[in-house]
């Protein structure tokens, strides 16, 4: 319940402040926005297996994020679009915590 | 369920304050490339028609050059023309300086003393005397005739003023040249009024020669003619300057 709660304090947070976010920058966040619900959705499956450590889950939160983000600027800085790349891997991923939190769930 | 702590709370909100940051970026940039668009769009489509109007304006003015062009060129002929005739007929009134292959002919007072009793007269040259050579020059085919520097035109009278010869108003000194520029030395020194001289000549001692020269100058004629207006283009081959 916190958890959610905090979710959504987090989402008044930002429609009250509005934060501008550069051009540059906005594919940045989107990026660890990705990465950020990779994580959750990691920590979800893990809650549901009975294995969800709070240490574990924000430490994967913010070192998949930095990670995510680190990917896009170095691949700025070689000119070479890796953004894509991180897009698909988090993308699978978010599959795969998605079908194991099916299968908990319905027992499929 | 354990104990779902702060931390794990705040990260939450992390996630949620960035995923309404980013959907929000990304509306509001879609919402500024957007006008963008259909702006440079706008503006492409004005600078297309733009440039379709100006093909057409070099199209027009390409086909004003093109009517210029041709009716300047009809003008330069014109004018070519009209300075060529211009030429040829100051060539052929004496206007023009000319010069080119002819005969010199000196003429010359006796340096005798007459005798007593003689004829003085026929010791000297008189203005029929040039007027005899200049004639006899012209059946050799003279082309352009000058007397002591003075051109032969077709309004030049050959008079005597007491004892002085007067050529086109002027006066001439002995000895006198009389050059003719296409005249034949040889025509010329064969004509009767050649061997009259010579008779004079060896008769009176008065002076008396032809010669043949590849190239007379003869001058332009510079007193008033019925055309005073008129200056002809210098021509490249036979004109020498205008004098």
Do not use: C
Request: glycine share 8%; charged share 15%.
């Amino acid at each position: 319940m916190l958890a959610l709660l905090g979710l959504l304090i987090g989402a008044v947070i930002a429609i009250v402040v509005h934060p501008t976010v550069s051009q540059e920058m906005s594919r940045y966040v989107a990026l660890a926005v990705v990465a950020a619900i990779d994580s959750s959705l990691g920590g979800v499956r893990a809650y549901l297996e009975h294995t969800f450590n709070d240490r574990i889950f924000v430490l994967a939160f913010l070192s998949n994020s930095a990670v995510a983000i680190a990917l896009v600027w170095v691949g700025d800085q070689l000119n070479a679009d890796l953004t894509t790349a991180i897009v698909v891997v988090l993308g699978v991923r978010i599959f795969q915590n998605v079908a194991a939190i099916r299968r908990r769930v319905f027992g499929g | 369920m354990r104990r779902p702590s702060i931390a794990l709370a705040t990260v939450l909100a992390v996630l949620g304050f960035l995923l309404v940051t980013a959907v929000s970026t990304a509306r509001a940039s879609k919402r500024v490339e957007a006008p963008r668009k259909t702006q440079l769009i706008k503006v492409i489509q004005d600078r297309r028609s733009s440039v379709d109007d100006l093909d057409q304006a070099v199209k027009e003015l390409q086909r004003q050059v093109a009517t210029a062009q041709r009716r300047a060129n009809r003008r330069s002929r014109d004018e070519a023309a009209a300075a060529s005739r211009v030429a040829q007929l100051s060539l052929a009134a004496g206007t023009t300086a000319v010069e080119g292959r002819g005969v010199v002919v000196r003429l010359a007072d006796s340096s005798r003393q007459p005798p007593n009793g003689a004829d003085t007269g026929a010791y000297r040259i008189h203005d029929s005397d040039l007027q005899l050579v200049i004639n006899a020059l012209f059946a050799a085919g003279a082309e352009a005739v000058a007397v002591n520097g003075s051109r032969i035109v077709a309004t030049t009278p050959i008079r005597s003023a007491g004892d002085t010869i007067v050529v086109n108003f002027r006066p001439v000194t002995p000895p006198y040249s009389v050059l003719a520029i296409g005249a034949n030395a040889e025509q010329f020194g064969t004509s009767e009024i050649a061997g009259r001289f010579h008779r004079w000549v060896s008769l009176f001692g008065l002076g008396f020669s032809v010669h043949q020269s590849s190239k007379v100058s003869v001058p332009a004629f510079t007193g008033g003619v019925a055309i005073t207006t008129a200056e002809p283009a210098p021509l490249p081959a036979p004109a020498g300057g205008a004098g």
